[in-house]
């Protein structure tokens, strides 16, 4: 690495490998950055590149503009996707918990949802495999968030950061929810922004789990099913995260019984729980989220047939399996 | 020859206390000194504490003993609590950290009581040695030292706690008559 590099590959790879000697990647190769690709990427957000974005009071360190820049240059975002990177940045500062979220043993992963057009301007993917891999803004964005956290912040794993297992897919879940398809209104709207405009949304997740059932066209199987993986309401067992479930419906589970299934648990709890999901998603936080769409509290709610109105009620089966429990 | 590619690590501190910190000088005894217990909002956290105060009030015939809990795990205690203990007590004890973030901020409160003068001990578990040890290198003391226990606390019965502080009472007098730092360091 000291000789003289004449082959631009080599010179490349001499980079990529300098950056793993200074323990800034999180294992994947990064893209080294330079004052000019940061000074391109802060022009994209009109901010001022000493701006402090977040500060970790007890190990005196803040975050600038500038540094979330390098970061996510590093991540291999593109100049344009950078607004969209602090904008989640900004999201997960809100979320409570956040600051002490990245050193937990609980290790949670950020879930960003990315509502508007900005969604196709930059290829964020909110279709199939909507997860990834295989999409470069929703994988680097994502990543950019645990690079900052990294770099920024000098959180590292089994040294500040003490997360017993972490999860799959930390710092890699960047999704677009498929407002095309959806046949409820977009999370971001639920949040409080005007239909169509850009928007991110972000909360803290500790698990992930796939729900399949495609051979039904009955709400209740839909939900029973979704109910049965989640067993009741967990008590949080730290007072910084919040135990609320998300969950993301694929465009055939979500229409199939739609009559049946409404995005926010039913008319009887419709307006209270807007209410309170404005309250807290003022900034667009989390909740409901999703390619297609969420549910809501972690609470089993539906309308019933023949009552438009009502809680699901569990019956004993349920309850002796612990679903559909409210906490 | 990567002079031009950028730091991503370098930013401005969030406050000046990174600084080397000063640890404060050590009494000679704890007889009849003013104790204070800092606790976090981990299970049994105030409890153990609780334990630790009894136990030093009897052995030293301590003055007073003031137990405050600060409200958020994560970051340092407040001012007015930590002014508190500067203007009331002559040392404190601190903890327990048991989990990533709160072993480093206990090290943190810690460093900051030094640093106001009060000579103070940490407690933590054995298992988050590693974050309460990258606390100290970000504050500038690396080799300091703090008392461990085994981990976990928060599962221990009133009997259990009563133990583990008696155990520990040991090294928190050490560690408040005598230097803070490894040896090392």
Redesign the interface.
């Known amino acids: 690495m000291t000789a003289p590099v004449t082959d631009p590959v080599a010179h490349a790879k001499a980079a990529i490998e300098y950056c793993y000697e200074q323990g800034w990647t999180d294992g994947l190769p990064v893209v080294p950055a330079t004052i000019a690709d940061v000074e391109t990427f802060v022009a994209t957000t009109g901010r001022d590149a000493a701006e402090i974005i977040g500060s970790q009071q007890h190990l005196g360190r803040s975050i600038t503009v500038a540094q979330a820049a390098a970061n996510a240059i590093m991540a291999g975002c593109k100049p344009e996707y950078f607004p969209v990177v602090l904008a989640a940045w900004h999201v997960l500062n809100l979320e409570r918990g956040s600051r002490g979220a990245w050193q937990s043993t609980s290790g949670p992963a950020p879930l960003i949802v990315v509502n508007g057009g900005v969604r196709s301007r930059l290829g964020i993917n909110y279709q199939g495999g909507v997860f990834g891999p295989g999409f470069r803004p929703n994988a680097t964005i994502a990543r950019a968030i645990g690079l900052i956290v990294r770099n920024g912040y000098g959180i590292r794993p089994q040294q500040l950061d003490q997360a017993t297992q972490g999860l799959p897919g930390r710092w890699s879940i960047c999704i677009g929810e498929n407002e095309e398809l959806s046949p409820w209104e977009p999370l971001s709207v639920v949040g409080g922004a005007a239909p169509g405009a850009d928007a991110v949304s972000a909360m803290l997740i500790r698990t992930c789990e796939y729900v399949d059932n495609r051979s039904t066209d009955v709400a209740e199987a839909v939900l029973r099913d979704l109910a049965g993986r989640h067993g009741p309401a967990r008590r949080c067992p730290s007072p910084g995260l919040t135990p609320d479930r998300t969950e993301l419906a694929y465009p055939a589970q979500a229409h199939c019984p739609r009559e049946k299934w409404s995005s926010d648990g039913g008319d009887l709890t419709r307006r209270q729980g807007r209410a309170r999901h404005r309250r807290r998603t003022q900034h667009w936080q989390r909740h409901r989220a999703g390619p297609v769409q969420v549910w809501r509290q972690g609470r089993l709610q539906r309308r019933r047939r023949g009552s438009d109105q009502g809680m699901h009620r569990p019956d004993r089966a349920e309850r002796r399996r612990g679903n559909g429990r409210a906490r | 020859?990567?002079e031009?590619?950028?730091?991503?690590?370098?930013?401005?501190?969030?406050?000046s206390?990174?600084d080397q910190p000063t640890l404060a000088a050590r009494p000679d005894s704890l007889f009849g000194l003013r104790l204070g217990l800092l606790a976090n909002?981990k299970r049994n956290a105030e409890q153990f504490l609780q334990q630790v105060g009894e136990q030093l009030a009897e052995q030293y015939r301590l003055q007073m003993v003031l137990a405050r809990k600060k409200p958020n795990?994560?970051?340092?205690a407040p001012e007015p609590m930590m002014a508190e203990f500067a203007d009331r007590c002559d040392i404190v004890v601190a903890g327990v950290g048991d989990?990533?973030?709160?072993?480093?901020?206990a090290v943190?409160d810690g460093l900051l009581l030094e640093q106001a003068g009060i000579p103070a001990v940490v407690i933590c578990t054995d298992a988050?040695m590693?974050?309460a040890d990258?606390?100290a290198r970000?504050?500038g003391a690396p080799g300091y030292r703090y008392v461990t226990t085994p981990h976990p606390v928060a599962n221990l019965t009133a009997g259990g706690i009563h133990d583990r502080a008696v155990a520990a009472i040991p090294a928190i007098v050490t560690l408040l008559t005598q230097p803070t730092m490894a040896a090392s360091a």
């Open positions: 020859m990567f031009t590619i950028v730091d991503p690590t370098v930013g401005p501190p969030a406050s206390e990174c909002t795990i994560i970051e340092t989990c990533g973030s709160c072993s480093a901020s943190a988050f590693a974050s990258a606390m970000l504050r």
